[in-house]
């Protein structure tokens, strides 16, 4: 809950002091200008060719006769010089002038008669009155103005109580419910967040190009709402973002506001939710009020389903009601306007599917926008995107990142970068390199690599084979990507070891042929332990997750077993769920699918033992060199694999028609 983190509000609660005072600030400030004003003193304020002059050079220039006029305040004075005399002539009557000539002599004397000022500090110096009246300069004073005096002598106070305002509205956020908090719980935080140039704009954004196009379409309804209406279009009331987890949904909403160029007001669905009763509700009125002012303006919602999420899920507990209350205040607040009235809804979610049908209606969020993670090229540009402001030296190759990162999304690449940069400057380079954007690669996707989580002899060597394994049958099949380096040093996010696997190209599509291979190379982890070792270990849990997982998949949504050929026997949910799949078959139909699901694992299994049994010596060179060196990258593991086995380099058959189309 987020009641906690209420903060100082807007109305007559400026820290406690009463508004009377207020006034009295303004009023005091304004007559302090307006006494500048009257007091002549606005050469101080205002510069009309005013020249900064030293003590020195001023007594030297009142000596030498140039200086005319003083005019002496308390701590300045201002010397005047009189502008060149390039005129002689006698007009002094704008009615004489009758000729072009006259004209060009008149204006040259108004230009030349313009005085120097000089404006110097004041100095102690009791002559000076003297030194002037000799030299028969004009002497003018200046009188302090009686405002100013109050104001100065004011000052510390003023400060003090700035402060102490800013103290208390302080403690009250901190308090929590305490009195701030309960006398502003109503109020919106949208103010707070309402930000009038967010300076985001769509270059920030990379990829998305889709969701930017469509975008695009809100920023000039925004602006030309007249051109739609014309002709009878009726312009969308609101926008979802739609979209897994870190693909910029936030980013791009503030980029449309940056584009729109107006107010946005921006709060997160769990700031409607507080502790008290009917809080939420009022917060959304408040939001809207403060948004109608401010038309055209954006309101964003971001992770709107802490608000929206489906009304008839679950029925009862207070939190679920007062929920429903707020949701049910956006909803009417929506229906309310128009968008004539320039104010434009948008929301973000990573979860759709459990949002209120009510709020996908027409005349709400009916603009759908969906963000995707990027694919090669997004991920390129927005590597590029975060790298703008890093050196970066002329080994970094962003493709070669963007592939070895397939399924990273805009948030990860931002961190990456940032790693590389931070493992750059921590040895002292001035410039991120390859490597580093490889480790980081690592450091993000696996987790840091941990140095004190050490293994014993054993475990090491039982990871060894276990990798070895998975990198073995990866080269003795046809249709794999190739290895491109494996690893015993344990990571933080729980990984042993691991082999990583780069494609050579980003890939929608996966063939059956593909798959099958992917399973074998899954299993091949346990299949070492269990050839070499005659045992089986723990480690293997995640392997046979994702095998599991992705034989059902060929079972029930891709069409890819024997027994069930084309039978659809599961619906995806979501798309941006993992495991948001539903079985639409009967009992025993599943019971038979997790039959055939155990059949095939068994195959691959079966199949890399086999693999492993007929190269056991690879196995055991290769384990036993990684046992030494930790990591070996897929280079020196492809040159020992050829070496042992004499097995040239395998390629995949996409690769190989690639060549040939290359070559004719
Ligand atoms: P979401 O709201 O979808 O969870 P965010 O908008 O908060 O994701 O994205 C988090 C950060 O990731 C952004 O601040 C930005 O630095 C980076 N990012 C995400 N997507 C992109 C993108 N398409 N282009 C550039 N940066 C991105
Ligand atoms: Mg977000
Ligand atoms: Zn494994």
């Given at each position: 809950m987020d009641g906690n983190r209420q903060k100082g509000n807007n109305k007559g609660r400026n820290g406690g002091i009463p508004q009377a005072l207020f006034g009295i600030l303004i009023a005091l400030v304004v007559s302090w200008f307006i006494s500048i004003m009257l007091s002549g003193n606005t050469s101080r304020f205002m510069s009309n060719n005013q020249t900064e002059l030293s003590y020195s050079d001023f007594l030297s220039k009142v000596n030498d006769g140039s200086i005319y006029r003083v005019r002496i305040a308390s701590e300045d004075i201002y010397a005047y010089e009189k502008g060149e005399e390039l005129y002689s002539g006698s007009i002094t009557d704008i009615s004489e002038i009758d000729t072009q000539e006259k004209l060009d002599n008149y204006m040259k004397k108004i230009v030349a008669s313009q005085d120097k000022v000089y404006h110097v500090v004041r100095v102690q110096d009791d002559g000076l009155v003297d030194r002037l009246l000799t030299k028969r300069v004009e002497i003018i004073g200046t009188k302090a103005s009686i405002v100013m005096d109050l104001i100065i002598s004011l000052a510390p106070f003023l400060i003090l109580w700035v402060l102490i305002g800013m103290f208390a509205r302080r403690m009250s956020a901190g308090m929590g419910g305490g009195m701030g908090g309960i006398f502003g719980v109503g109020q919106s935080k949208a103010k707070r967040y309402m930000q009038k140039e967010t300076g985001v704009t769509f270059k920030d954004v990379a990829g998305e190009d889709e969701a930017k196009e469509s975008l695009q379409e809100i920023v000039d309804f925004?602006?030309?709402?007249?051109?739609?209406?014309?002709?009878?279009a009726k312009l969308p009331k609101g926008a979802l973002l739609v979209g897994p987890p870190g693909t910029g949904k936030t980013l791009l909403a503030k980029a449309v506001a940056g584009e729109a160029k107006v107010p946005f007001f921006s709060m997160t669905g769990s700031d409607f939710v507080e502790m008290f009763a009917g809080v939420g509700a009022s917060r959304v009125r408040d939001l809207f009020k403060q948004a109608k002012q401010a038309a055209p303006c954006i309101v964003f919602i971001d992770e709107i389903d802490a608000i929206g999420r489906s009304r008839d899920t679950r029925a009862g507990s207070g939190a679920d009601s007062e929920r429903e209350q707020t949701l049910n205040q956006l909803l009417s607040e929506m229906d309310g306007f128009e968008i004539n009235n320039g104010i434009m809804v948008m929301a973000a979610t990573n979860r759709p599917e459990i949002l209120d049908q009510a709020l996908l209606r027409p005349g709400r969020f009916d603009r759908r926008v969906v963000v995707e993670k990027p694919d090669l090229k997004g991920r390129v540009n927005i590597l590029k995107v975060h790298a703008k402001d890093v050196k970066l030296d002329e080994t970094v190759d962003f493709e070669e990142i963007a592939l070895s990162t397939s399924g990273a999304v805009g948030a990860d690449l931002a961190n990456m970068i940032n790693e590389a940069a931070i493992t750059a400057a921590k040895a002292k380079r001035e410039k991120v390199s390859q490597q580093d954007l490889k480790d980081a690669v690592e450091v993000v996707l696996v987790g840091k690599e941990k140095k004190d989580r050490i293994l014993s002899k054993e475990e090491r060597r039982i990871v060894s084979y276990h990798e070895v394994g998975h990198a073995l049958v990866t080269a003795l099949q046809k249709h794999t990507e190739p290895v491109q380096k494996i690893t015993i040093v344990p990571r933080t996010m729980g990984a042993l070891g691991y082999v990583l696997q780069t494609p050579e190209e980003e890939k929608y599509l996966n063939t059956k042929k593909e798959l099958e291979e992917r399973l074998v190379v899954y299993l091949s982890g346990r299949a070492a332990e269990d050839v070499v070792f005659d045992t089986i270990t723990t480690g293997a849990a995640n392997d046979i997750?994702?095998?599991?997982?992705?034989?059902?998949?060929?079972v029930?949504?891709?069409?890819?077993?024997e027994k069930f050929g084309l039978m659809g026997l599961a619906t995806t949910r979501s798309m941006y769920l993992e495991n948001g799949v539903d079985m639409n078959c009967g009992d025993e139909t599943a019971t038979a699918v997790d039959e055939e699901v155990q059949r095939m694992l068994k195959v691959a299994f079966e199949k890399a033992k086999e693999l492993l049994r007929n190269n056991r010596e690879a196995l055991d060179k290769i384990a036993?060199?990684?046992?030494?060196?930790?990591?070996?990258?897929?280079?020196?593991?492809?040159?020992?694999?050829?070496?042992i086995t004499g097995i040239e380099e395998q390629k995949t058959e996409r690769i190989i028609e690639k060549e040939d189309k290359d070559n004719a």
């Open positions: 925004l602006h030309n709402p007249k051109k739609y209406t014309y002709v009878g997750e994702e095998a599991t997982k992705l034989a059902r998949a060929m029930t949504q891709y069409g890819m077993s036993e060199y990684l046992i030494e060196k930790e990591t070996i990258t897929g280079k020196e593991f492809m040159k020992l694999f050829t070496e």
